[in-house]
């Protein structure tokens, strides 16, 4: 992690990404439960899952650029946040509310991806 090596969510700039957006599935205090969309300097767009306990850091197991995976389009991300968007709102143990946060939260990140110009145009 971190703290003698980089890892994507902390230091996304040590593997020449930076971080687009965030959608945190859960809304627990103990864990984390979340889904990064990251974007390189070709415009290319990553998404990775990280979930745990409040322990560990997200993605400090991430430390390579290998660990980005295949890039995708924006038509892609955008279809994998609203799945995940999809099964949430089936999780009967989260309250509307949360639903609607997560809702919300991935409205937001798929219009940052649709709308993203970047350094490129």
Not at 50 to 58: A, E, I, L, M, V
Not at 80 to 97: I, V
Not at 101 to 121: H, P, Q, R, T
Request: with cysteine.
């Amino acid at each position: 992690m971190g703290w003698n090596e980089p890892d994507l969510y902390n230091q996304p700039e040590h593997f020449g990404v930076r971080i687009v957006g965030v959608v945190e599935w859960d809304y627990e205090c103990y864990q984390f439960n979340m889904t990064v969309v990251w974007v390189d300097a070709l415009d290319q767009f990553y998404m990775g899952d990280d979930s745990g306990c409040s322990c560990p850091s997200p993605f400090e197991d991430s430390t390579s650029a290998e660990d980005l995976g295949m890039p995708m389009t924006k038509h892609e991300v955008a279809a994998a946040l609203q799945k995940g968007a999809e099964d949430t709102q089936q999780r009967s143990y989260m309250s509307d509310e949360d639903k609607e946060m997560v809702k919300a939260s991935v409205v937001s990140l798929i219009e940052k991806v649709m709308n993203y110009k970047g350094d490129n145009g």
